[in-house]
């Protein structure tokens, strides 16, 4: 006899299978300034983040520069505020070969999406000592619709006087506009990409059609999370502990254990932004071989084939002239320090006040550390075993080997080979706590922190289990982005507004110079009016 399923039971596997996976709510789109580039020059854009649920929307953009075969060579992060637009810029790093890139931008909670839902725009990078191509690699793609989006806006250019009006058909609620005017060029085909209206009613009718399991987004700071295995058999590390840190002019340090399959994440808040920064594996054999398996937040690639695209003689010549008009930019360029990190102010010191501060220049020169511990720290001892280098802390009349932690230049030291190297010359100051400190479950019998004049660190203070990466954030753009009148107005770019902010008025003018090259130029604005993304383009002719 077959038993009969309950409608109660029906709708809690329902509600079991729509908690598992849900629609997606989340998309981030990126205005740039252009999609020509050359390598050291500045890319200005302006990111958006539309959520459905406000309290869940992510802090933090993910951006990744794709080479055509599918592999990234530059990322980097962007903290953003909540319920606005955010105007960046960074650097094109010099090491970036010519060709077609794309550029994409998701949070973390956009991994499990599918390709087509996250952000991707092209951009087409130079070195200027590179020769124009005949063709160039680029992923196939279909069609991108491309319309004159006029509803709520108006715009007119006076020749005469050089003056752009933007009246807006009712009266606004709130407005917040990137505005960007670039030259119309034969590579457009090659570089076009959807308005963030159009990008957002795509977004929307994909929602639709399936459901996607959510990654939990991040809110407040940045996770750093991957795997620890053991090499040659990649076998997990499981509950070990794990210590992430910087250079510093202060000993802090964060940790935590691996699980039962080998991971770990830290949650870092802005001291580590546009930090080199150093996991280690603190418990074990110095000479264990592991490999750090880290999570990049990487999504999937596309899985469209490449295609080389030949470039017509209007396509070189106009490379070609770009050139040109970028060494007579780099000639009346004054400001060279573009895309400087604001690193994060160095945090208080977590061991609070040292017990004592030695500074061995103020003592006669010693030739390594085993002196220097022998003649002017006198709570310290020093020894070689058979195991390698010990140091010991007195305590109530006791020496303790093995229970203190070593910092040098910031750093947990757990290679203390290293420090037989250390002459009293290279030292600046030697700070002591000569007690037990406790670090959440962790306790140590004293703290010996090393600092050295040169602040350097060098792969021989690590142990082999270490993992180096940059925690790049880039800082925040300057506003309107407009050349003197005694420059040429040669770049394909001749105006960037990355905020337009707007509160009730009908209309705005924008006061724009003629360009020096080219006469016909796209007017492209992209944000939100009303809390709604918004698009509007135009051409205009100088």
């Known amino acids: 006899m077959k038993k009969k399923i309950s409608h109660r039971a029906c709708i809690l596997v329902v509600l079991l299978l729509s908690a598992a996976r849900v629609m997606p709510q989340e998309m981030v789109y990126v205005h740039l300034s252009s999609h020509l580039l050359f390598t050291g020059s500045d890319l200005h854009y302006s990111t958006y983040i539309v959520n459905t649920d ?28 909540a319920d606005a637009s955010n105007s960046m810029r960074i650097s094109i790093p010099m090491e970036i070969e010519s060709g077609i890139y794309d550029l994409r931008a998701y949070t973390r909670s956009m991994l499990s999406y599918p390709a087509d839902m996250i952000f991707k725009t092209r951009v087409f990078i130079q070195l200027l000592q590179d020769i124009v191509p005949d063709s160039v690699l680029v992923i196939q793609q279909s069609d991108i619709p491309t319309r004159d989006n006029t509803g709520l806006m108006n715009s007119a250019y006076n020749a005469e006087s050089g003056i752009l009006e933007l009246r807006f058909t009712e009266e606004l609620q709130m407005a917040g506009l990137s505005v960007s005017l670039n030259q119309v060029s034969p590579l457009d085909s090659l570089l076009q990409t959807a308005s963030f209206s159009e990008t957002y009613e795509q977004f929307l009718l994909n929602s639709k059609k399936q459901s996607y399991a959510i990654t939990p987004a991040e809110r407040q ?53 546009n930090r080199e920064c150093y996991l280690q594996l603190a418990e074990g054999d110095c000479a264990i071989n592991v490999a750090w398996l880290m999570d ?85 001892r020093y020894r070689e075993t058979e195991e390698g280098i010990q140091l010991g802390m007195v305590m109530n009349n006791k020496v303790i080997y093995g229970k203190s932690l070593v910092f040098l230049n910031g750093i947990p030291c757990l290679n203390l080979s290293y420090l037989s190297t ?62 003197p009148e005694n420059e040429p107005l040669t770049e394909n770019n001749i105006y960037w507004n990355p905020q337009m902010e707007l509160k009730g008025e009908k209309s705005i003018t924008i006061k724009l110079r003629k360009p020096d090259i080219g006469n016909t130029y796209c007017l492209r604005m992209n944000g939100l009016i009303n809390n709604k993304p918004y698009s509007y383009q135009k051409l205009i002719v100088f």
């Open 54 to 81: 406000k309290e869940q929307q992510s802090r933090i953009i993910y951006f990744d520069l794709i080479d055509n075969s599918g592999t990234s060579v530059h990322q980097w992060q962007e903290k953003i505020a």
């Open 221 to 273: 700071g940045k996770t750093i999370r991957g795997k620890l295995v053991q090499l040659p058999d990649s076998k997990d590390l499981a509950n070990k502990l794990v210590f992430l840190s910087f250079a510093d002019t202060t000993a802090n340090f964060l940790y935590t254990r691996t699980d039962s399959t080998g991971a770990f994440c830290f949650m870092v808040q802005a001291d580590y932004d």
């Open 296 to 380: 990049g937040n990487n999504i999937n690639n596309d899985e469209n084939s490449l295609e080389p695209v030949p470039l017509d003689r209007a396509q070189k010549a106009y490379l070609s002239q770009l050139k040109t008009r970028e060494l007579i930019s780099r000639i009346y360029r004054k400001d060279q320090k573009v895309n400087e990190k604001i690193s994060g102010k160095s945090k208080p010191n977590f061991f609070q006040t040292p017990s004592m501060i030695i500074r061995p220049s103020d003592f006669i020169e010693l030739d390594d550390f085993e002196d220097i511990c022998n003649n002017i720290l006198p709570p310290v």
């Open 422 to 483: 250390l002459h009293s010359k290279d030292i600046e100051r030697i700070e002591l706590f000569s007690h037990r400190v406790m670090h959440g479950e962790l306790s140590y019998q004293g703290i010996i922190s090393i600092y050295t004049f040169n602040k350097g660190v060098t792969d021989k203070m690590f142990c082999s289990a270490v993992y180096r990466f940059d925690n790049n954030f880039h800082q925040a753009a300057s506003g309107i982005c407009l050349k």
